[in-house]
């Protein structure tokens, strides 16, 4: 082709259509694309060969039209170059996928990138951390770790019972604490305790690298980790409950005193045998309290921290019959217990002369089951309860109680009351038979209650045969009237107030007196008219007299104090109690330990004296111990001391009265001790001993009791039949003829053998100590008749007593039950009724035989009237019952 021919060349951008687009650019982007063109080395041919045509100006165009030409370098190394810089703009901070690598190298980070990763990752976590340990607050302790109960003990301060929480546990103060047990677990558990910040990564370290030898050392976790995993947070194996406790022990290691740590791990930590805390396992393998612990006994407990279950010598047979048999714990405690004393000693925490003291595991108690409120554990706990709660001046309420934490130490003696209850069980085996006599032996209760006479402790009671099942304590008040066991005090108030001149002065308190002697003459007959003191008749409210009659029906004639006493006559004691005065009968009857409350019969009428009373078994009990000191009086108790968290919160504090003079109270003692020698209390002779004490029997034969004392120890034994299902509104007293396949139920025969041989048994080893001999005291006043009345023969008694409703012909109708007693002893069968009914009360007594009735006020006399009843009598004002009775004995039975 010719020259003249050749086309001049086109821009390089595609044709004119590009040749347009560069014209429309800014000046500046085609100067610098000049500029860019004319400092290319290559010429116009190879200009021409970079470009595939207008499709390829076009994508140039569009990538900026000072970089039209750059394509023409992007063959070369230079030129990929170029076009990789011009694909990243600018410099990027983190250069990934990394520029100018090709391939896999393209894809893996350079170490620059990686590092600065993971010190951006560092400084976030440590500025997250730093943030949520600002912002953590330790929780408060979980109520489960707090959760305690109440630990009731023996007099010998063994355990008697954990009950009142659902967990068995008891805070104590860091200053409770023995130093061998914190040296002990800080040699064992965590080495740095003491200035570590609750986290100790030697420990950690440590501990991994001893496990990988098999070796056996501390945890790696510390004593606050623990107390924080224990006390604050789950029990749940998550990372996110790890992470917790983690930052919740490091606060707390910060803000928490080391003492408080330590003192919150033991009162936490589980020790096996349902003890939670050092204090209940103290308790529960030692039975002393943590405070007394020596370094040996610390370092086994020590040794339970670190899983009971396997170092416990008892054993755990039933889970795992191989790995926690007792010889197998016995052999990993004894070593472990071994390796923490020499570590102890490594850590100059415990010298080496007193390790070598220990050579073997200190002797351990055998395993208990606690929280067992049957049997008479249930009766003597609500005893306790009930006393602390009446008396604790620091106005401890239920509710406080409940929450738990308190110990209370009681009086009672473990050993007297399984005698107690042995002594009666006796009776229940040998006597009575439900099965041969359904519808005599059913229902039949015994109450019982033995008291220091020196102190006023109550050591024993007996509340019924389970306190799970039978709920009223037959300890304290059940309703059953005392009978004959309140003429002591009729005696007492004769010696102590006088008895009052017929001629003297109408008001009582200004009429002359003369005190009396035990030898004072009374007539004893049977129905006896009883009068005032000035000599008239008595009339009741229907001005009828009133004849009161003996238990036996028989005419003793006139005879003295001591022989009406010996012999359990009645109309004796009505006739002097109306001669001193009915309200100074009761005057003594409280000075001696008695309350004025529910359970105390109307004062106003002549049967007062002769036991239409219901106190308790505890009262009785306690008001003939005053008899046996002389007339000291103890109030009964039954809690020496209460601890709150360690902490004495009471103390019992003994506060003896004067209830009446020595010589008074001396000579009661005497007449007393003859009724044990000579008269219906024979059945209670102790063996080489002096004792003294009464037999009761109410009419209608609804109780029995007998009542004594040695000068060491006082006790009440009561009798009665009555329905256990409280749910009952109508139950009531029901008789006891036949019961046991006795004809009647007398104080001298199950009561009586009941006291004997519990008070044989709870003597033993004891000095057999002498009543104080008498003083003569008093005048006697009285005359002996001089032909008696003569006194029916047995076989006449023994007509009479057949027939319960059996009454002298001038007396058809009788009142609620009169107390009488037995004079069995002398040959008669004293069966006394009066031909009553137990319909009247006007006397004090229960009008419809539900004579367990009314509520105690409290229990200020050591948990004793205590108990709840369900009413109110009717007639303890005398306004109720067979009231027009008068002389046929509508108002009173006569007690015996």
Known sequence: MSEHRRKTPQPQGGGRAAARRAAQQPSGRRESSRRATSASPSGAHDDEQSYGGRAEARRAAQRGGGRRRGGGDAAGPEGRSRAAGSRSGKKRIIDYPRAGKYGVRRWVPSWKLVSGLCLGFLGLMMGAAGIA??????????????????????????????????????????????????????????????????????????????????????????????????????????????????????????????????????????????????????????????????????????????????????????????????????????????????????????????????????????????????????????????????????????????????????????????????????????????????????????????????????????GGQDATKHYTNNADATGAQVGSTFKPFVLAAGMQYGVRDPKGSREQDKATRTQISPKSIYNADNALEIK???????????????????????????????????????????????????????????????????????????????????????????????????????????????????ETVYRHEKATKTAM??????????????????????????????????????????????????????????????????????????????????????GNSFPAQIWHDYMTTALQGKEALSFPKPEPYGEVIGTPSPTPSPTPSASESESESKSPSATPSAETTSPSPSPSDTCGVWGWDCDEDNGGTNTGNANGGATDGNANAGTDAGASDGGADAGTTEGTTDGANGTNGNSNSGNQGGWFGGGG
């Not at 012999?567 to 330990?593: C, E, F, H, R, W």
Request: proline letters at 4%; charged letters at 25%; one cysteine or more.
């Open 133 to 462: 340990y600002a912002l953590v607050v330790p929780p408060e302790v979980k109520d489960m770790a707090k959760a305690q109960n109440n630990v009731y003990y023996w007099a010998d301060d063994t355990q008697l019972v954990a009950t009142g929480g659902s967990v068995n546990r008891q805070e104590i103060a860091y200053a409770q604490i023995p130093e061998a047990m914190r040296n002990a677990v800080i040699s064992a558990e965590n080495k740095s305790f003491e200035h570590d910040k609750g986290i100790d990564p030697m420990g950690i370290a440590r501990a991994f690298w001893n496990m990988a030898k098999g070796g056996d050392t501390q945890g790696g976790s510390t004593i606050t980790q623990q107390y924080v995993k224990n006390s604050m947070l789950s029990q749940e194996q998550t990372i996110s409950r790890k992470f917790k406790e983690l930052f919740i022990t490091l606060k707390v290691g910060k803000t928490v005193k080391k003492e408080e740590v330590m003192a919150g791990y033991l009162n936490v930590s589980y020790y096996g045998r349902s003890a939670s805390g050092l204090q209940a396992a103290a308790r529960t393998y030692f039975g002393k309290d943590a405070v007394k612990l020596d370094p040996s006994e610390c370092a086994f407990l020590a040794t339970l921290l670190k899983g009971p279950s396997y170092y416990d010598p008892a054993g755990h047979p039933e889970l795992d019959p191989v790995n926690m048999s007792k010889k197998a714990n016995t052999e990993r405690a004894t070593k472990r217990w071994a390796w923490i004393l020499d570590e102890e000693v490594k850590d100059n925490r415990l010298s080496a002369t007193e390790r070598a003291k220990y050579t073997k595991l200190p002797e351990l108690k055998e395993p208990t089951k606690s929280g067992e409120l049957g049997g008479q554990t249930g009766y003597l706990v609500d005893l306790a309860t009930d006393y602390f709660l009446a008396h604790n001046d620091q106005d401890i309420t239920e509710q406080q109680l409940a929450q738990g934490g308190y110990e209370i130490h009681t009086t009672f003696e473990k050993k007297k009351v399984k005698e107690l209850e042995a002594a009666i069980n006796k009776v229940y085996e040998n006597k009575i038979d439900v099965k041969k006599r359904p519808e005599l032996d059913a229902h039949v209760q015994f109450g019982g209650a033995s008291v220091d006479t020196g102190t006023g402790a109550i050591l024993a009671t007996y």
């Open 532 to 646: 005032n003191y000035d000599g008239t008749v008595w009339l009741n409210d229907d001005g009828k007299p009133w004849h009161q009659t003996n238990d036996d029906h028989a005419d003793h004639g006139d005879i003295t104090l001591r022989e009406a006493m010996e012999q359990s006559a009645n109309s004796p004691y009505v006739q002097l109690g109306m001669d001193v005065g009915t309200d100074k009968v009761k005057q003594v009857a409280i000075a001696a330990g008695l309350r004025d409350d529910d359970y105390m019969a109307n004062s106003s009428v002549p049967s007062f004296s002769i036991g239409t009373s219901s106190p308790s078994a505890i009262r009785m009990a306690g008001a003939y111990a005053t008899f046996a000191t002389s007339g000291k009086q103890n109030e009964p108790f039954s809690v020496t001391e209460v601890k709150h968290e360690g």
């Open 661 to 746: 003079e020595s010589a008074i109270a001396d000579n009661v003692t005497d007449v007393l001790k003859g009724v044990v020698e000579n008269g219906t209390g024979k059945p209670a002779r102790l063996e080489g001993r002096d004792a003294a004490g009464k037999t009761g029997t109410t009419d209608g034969n609804l109780s029995a009791w007998f009542v004594g004392y040695t000068p060491q120890l006082s006790t009440a034994i009561s009798m009665f039949r009555m329905d256990d299902d409280e749910s009952n509104k109508e139950r009531k007293f029901e008789e006891m003829y036949g019961t046991g396949g006795e004809e009647k139920i007398h």
